[in-house]
């Protein structure tokens, strides 16, 4: 018989799953994400991942040697996507100061807090949750970069133009070849 339900750790296996079920009856996935603030695992943002850090909570940063110890979940995908956030040696590494800087940004999709993604064109000012810009039509490109669907518009067209004009420049390069071999056959 189990003692209590912290007896069974439940990895997504249906008998530990079934094992916490007759100990606390159904299982309810409560953790939340410091940033989307969306409850659970998301088959879009990812899993939901600990975070333990001292500045998680704080307003002065993670400097602050009196503050406590503060421990959280945030999406794997929520994270990586905010633009203070990397990873290194397989830890995520400036959470809390994404965490911090979500308190005061807000989604222009869903109009809540914690949209940390922001859009890289010069001079927007668009931020989205991680799920909220795939919503929105927010395209990914490069590496971590992100335009929202206004941007990534007038990206598309750049990036066209210079295919153009970088085919144009072969092709002008290839004349001037071929008219300098020309040129130094005929003399």
């Known amino acids: 018989p189990l003692a209590s339900a912290d007896d069974v750790q439940c990895w997504g296996k249906p008998a530990l799953a079934d094992a916490r079920k007759a100990v606390r009856g159904p299982w309810r996935d409560d953790r939340h994400c410091a940033l989307c603030h969306a409850i659970g695992d998301c088959p879009d943002a990812g899993r939901l991942v600990p975070v333990r850090d001292a500045g998680m909570n704080l307003g002065d940063g993670p400097n602050d040697k009196k503050a406590p110890m503060a421990e959280g979940w945030i999406h794997a995908n929520c994270a990586l996507w905010s633009s203070e956030v990397f990873e290194a040696g397989g830890v995520l590494v400036h959470v809390a100061a994404a965490v911090k800087r979500s ?21 927007c000012k668009r ?12 395209i990914c490109v490069a590496g971590a970069r992100v335009f929202c669907p206004e941007c990534a518009e007038g990206e598309a067209l750049a990036a066209e133009r210079q295919a153009r004009n970088a085919e144009r ?3 002008a390069t290839d004349a001037a ?11």
């Open 103 to 123: 308190r005061t940004l807000k989604c222009t999709h869903c109009g809540e807090t914690g949209a940390t993604m922001g859009c890289c064109a010069d001079g």
């Open 177 to 187: 070849n071929a008219a300098d071999a020309a040129r130094r056959t005929l003399a």
């Open 169 to 171: 420049i072969r092709a």
């Open 127 to 138: 931020n989205y949750h991680f799920r909220c810009g795939g919503y929105a039509g927010a």
